[in-house]
């Protein structure tokens, strides 16, 4: 994903660590350290109900906020959602962050203009402030907005050797020697200030050196102890500083090497969460560990602990805060808000992450405030600028869990549905949304036990309410009627084009039904030479072969990137099994045949014994084909061609960036036994015999709606008309400088090569000369999980060479037409 010159260095800072965590005053609600618990006819009463708040109108970068000693919150941001830029402004909140009022506040000059950039704000317990920015020229500012580089990498997967991608970058946030206030000029003020604003207005620049991390990080967020101590955030790691003197006390984290932490401090203890089931706890004056504090088993569930866009599944996404007497460490992420009694061994949960907008993918958890009144304030931070402030008021007539469910079931984590759950259970509070998803991470039940044990509650009239179809066998729901129909429901939406009518009606039946709707959908694309244009899989194996000699034959180089039938099988099987049916449902043998035939062509163009596979065991590895990696590959003439599933409009950013670089090249529908081929994601099915049904369809009518489909999981682009054409628009500032993707590797002479690409977002007529394209495809290729899995496994062996064409066709045939009659 391609970042602004100065909106990078905000999200380094917010993945990094959740900064400027505020502790706040004020007790809770009546029935001391635990919930209150009323009743109503034998129903356990009272929950957090959530209500979101604004922050300050058109605030853009927020840079801390916090709660002082008398109770009111204070933020400081500046006005442009795009860039780290000033003029930056002071607003406080006296009602717990309900309205929000700008304060005066004398502070140097370059801070009210567009010449500085803050890097963190933090308040002390007295309610002074710190403030680290930088400040640049008029001129520095000018060539930054023409365009800026970096060399800050991140890297990413790209087969044999290294792949890195360059991100632009905010101006240097190392430490640099501050100096006292002379009365110097503007242009010699250092291009990084440090400075503590006392809260009587006395304004002290700290000239004592910052410290960086062992990797040379520098300082990008800070706490302050209530010794006074500063607890100094280097991106890496934790230094405790004497705030006089500079001194380092300690260091902490130092061995860890992650830069996804937060952390608090209260009394002499310094708390560190790393994402996991424990908080860690620490001497503030030995620097020693000194114990932990039980989290909550949930946030061992990686699959809902909360993961940030592409940040990684280790993400932290947790924010601490204390109560007013330090008794209490209140904590937040995806899965809720807890608290935990210092010196307890109880941790409780205050707030359910499913019952409210913290399950929200597209969110990142950024500040916790306990308030006076016992309430609840989170701050979350969104990919494109926002920052949602939710507050939550204890409410002891509201029953503790809804009495009404509302089940969700699918195969496979679904962040769509993670989304929509947010919204709707802000709009639905006497509704529970109870999302299963069957085959998580550490889940031992594999596709077809949980497929079992669904179509058994299917068939007697039970189950859940709502179906995420997706790896289902939706042809045997449709066939014994456990679907609801909802034709009555969308068909007037897809004939007046609010929805992707192609993809829509990927379900339609000759009657005329839709017991099905996707709500996202990929598309199999290749990306090749100009005139290459292979109209089934058989001609296009045949035009690789005949392009076997005239390539590079390595790692880094072939007709393909990656050549085994692991690699293969699950980006041609959606492009040939559409093809293996006849209209009564049954095998086309002859198709199988030839489908596996043709694989085992490319397969056999593997000539390295390291790479060709030996027993066929491994599952299938749905990352082995890398279409915006390998298409750099492509672009330096080491691949014939590049393909893969596309399931985001973004990703248009890399195929444009590669023909431009190589002058050529086209960008078509991937060629199989089937054409203009594409794949349901989030198919969206109601449960005939579900009693909710019109519960039901309102929340399938939200997993459709713009709100939820603008959001860029990558795990589909959106069937909503609206969503689809707003995806298609470059979010990124003029000056944005895009993303610059590196992969090296060394030759056959031991040589260090690198292939080297920058990508921005793609121009308006490729974009809609795409967009015409992905709407025009009119093939639907429904998943099977059973049904792939079963392919893998009866093939492994006709690939590995232990086995006969023949026979693998009869046993795969077999083992199929018993599956589907079933």
């Known amino acids: 994903m391609m970042n602004g010159f100065l909106k990078r260095a905000a999200a380094c800072m917010l993945a990094a660590a959740m900064l400027i965590l505020s502790a706040c005053s004020g007790g809770m609600q009546p029935g001391g350290s635990s919930l209150p618990d009323g009743s ?8 957090y109900i959530e209500e979101e708040y604004a922050v300050p109108d058109g605030a853009g970068y927020i840079s801390g906020m916090t709660r002082l000693a008398d109770g009111t919150l204070e933020m400081v941001c500046n006005l442009d959602a795009g860039r780290m830029l000033g003029p930056w402004y002071l607003y406080t909140s006296s009602d717990n962050g309900a309205r929000w009022t700008q304060k005066q506040i004398a502070w140097p000059e370059e801070l009210n203009t567009e010449l500085s950039n803050m890097q963190f704000a933090a ?31 991140a890297s990413a997967p790209a087969g044999e050797g290294q792949a890195q991608a360059s991100f632009d970058d905010a101006p240097s946030a190392d430490a640099q020697a501050g100096r006292e206030d002379t009365g110097e000029t503007q242009e010699q003020i250092p291009s990084d200030t440090f400075l503590y604003i006392a809260p009587d207005g006395t304004i002290r620049v700290i000239d004592w050196e910052l410290p960086t991390d062992k990797s040379g990080a520098g300082p990008i967020g800070l706490q302050v102890a209530e010794n006074g101590d500063l607890l100094i955030n280097c991106y890496f790691s934790i230094a405790q500083v004497d705030s006089e003197t500079g001194a380092v006390k300690n260091r902490y984290l130092e061995d860890h090497f992650s830069q996804n932490f937060s952390y608090i401090s209260f009394k002499n203890t310094l708390a560190v969460s790393e994402g996991g089931p424990e908080i860690d706890l620490y001497d503030l004056n030995t620097g020693e560990k000194a114990g932990t504090i039980a989290a909550s088993a949930d946030v061992n569930d990686k699959e809902t602990r909360g993961v940030f866009m592409n ?64 309430s609840l304030v989170t701050m979350l931070y969104g990919d494109v600028g926002e920052w949602p402030l939710f507050h939550y008021a204890y409410s002891a007539d509201t029953p503790t869990v809804p009495s009404t469910e509302l089940r969700v079931f699918s195969l496979y984590e679904n962040a769509t549905v993670r989304q929509a759950m947010g919204v709707y259970q802000r709009q639905n509070p006497d509704v529970r949304i109870s999302y299963e998803a069957a085959l998580t991470s550490d889940s031992a039940m594999t596709a077809s036990d949980a497929m079992r044990t669904l179509s058994t509650e299917l068939l007697a009239g039970e189950g859940p309410d709502i179906l995420i179809l997706d790896g289902m066998p939706v042809a045997s729901y449709i066939e014994k009627g456990v679907l609801l129909d909802l034709a009555p429901t969308y068909n007037e939406r897809i004939t007046s084009g609010g929805l992707l009518k192609n993809v829509a009606e990927s379900y339609r039946q000759t009657d005329g039904t839709l017991p ?33 000699g005239t390539l590079e034959s390595s790692r880094i180089g072939g007709v393909l990137a990656e050549l085994s039938a692991n690699a293969l099988l699950p980006v041609f099987y959606p492009v040939c099994s559409p093809a293996w049916y006849n209209e009564d449902g049954t095998v086309r043998t002859e198709q199988i045949r030839a489908f596996l035939s043709d694989i085992k062509r490319l397969t056999d163009l593997e000539h390295d014994p390291q790479f060709q596979e030996d027993d066929g065991s ?17 672009a330096y003439n080491k691949l014939a061609a590049s393909l893969g599933e596309v399931l985001s409009m973004a990703d248009i950013a890399y195929p444009d960036a590669y023909i431009q670089h190589k002058g050529q090249g086209r960008l078509t529908p991937l060629p199989g036994q089937a054409q203009n081929v594409f794949i349901p994601r989030t198919v969206l099915g109601v449960n005939a015999s579900s009693r909710q049904q019109d519960r039901a369809l309102l929340f399938i009518d939200l997993l459709l709606s713009q709100q939820i489909q603008q959001n860029d999981f990558e795990d589909g682009m959106p069937v909503n008309a609206d969503a689809f054409a707003g995806v298609q628009k470059d979010p990124y500032q003029p000056y944005d400088d895009g993303m610059y993707l590196s992969l090296s590797y060394t030759d056959d002479e031991n040589v260090e090569v690198s292939l080297e690409m920058r990508v921005r977002w793609p121009s308006e007529a490729f974009m809609k000369e795409t967009a015409a394209m992905l ?17 893998t496994d009866e093939t492994k062996d006709y690939f590995a060479g232990r086995k006969s064409l023949d026979e693998t066709v009869n046993a795969f045939t077999q083992k199929l037409n018993l599956y589907l009659s079933e």
């Open 40 to 47: 109503g006819d034998g129903v356990a009463m009272g929950r």
């Open 123 to 153: 308040w002390d317990n007295q309610g002074g402030l710190y403030l680290y920015y930088s400040t640049i020229t008029q001129e520095q500012l000018d060539a930054m907005m023409g365009g800026a580089t970096s060399d800050e990498t």
């Open 311 to 374: 940040i990684g599944e280790n993400s932290v996404t947790r924010a601490m805060a204390l109560d007013p007497d330090g008794e209490s460490l209140y904590f937040a992420d995806k899965t809720g808000i807890y608290r935990h009694v210092i010196g307890g061994s109880v941790t409780e949960k205050l707030v359910d992450g499913e019952l409210c907008s913290l399950t929200m993918p597209s969110y990142l958890m950024y500040n916790l405030v306990v308030c006076d009144d016992g």
């Open 516 to 548: 099905a709707v996707p709500a996202r959908f990929g598309a199999p694309l290749l990306l090749a030479d100009d005139g290459v244009n292979p109209k089934n899989l058989t001609k296009f194996v045949d035009w690789l072969i005949a392009q076997e």
């Open 618 to 634: 491994a599952a299938i590895d749905f990352n082995a084909i890398d279409f915006k990696w390998d298409g750099i590959k492509w």
């Open 775 to 791: 709407e025009g495809l009119d093939t639907p290729s429904p998943s099977n999980a059973v049904i792939e899995q079963m392919l």
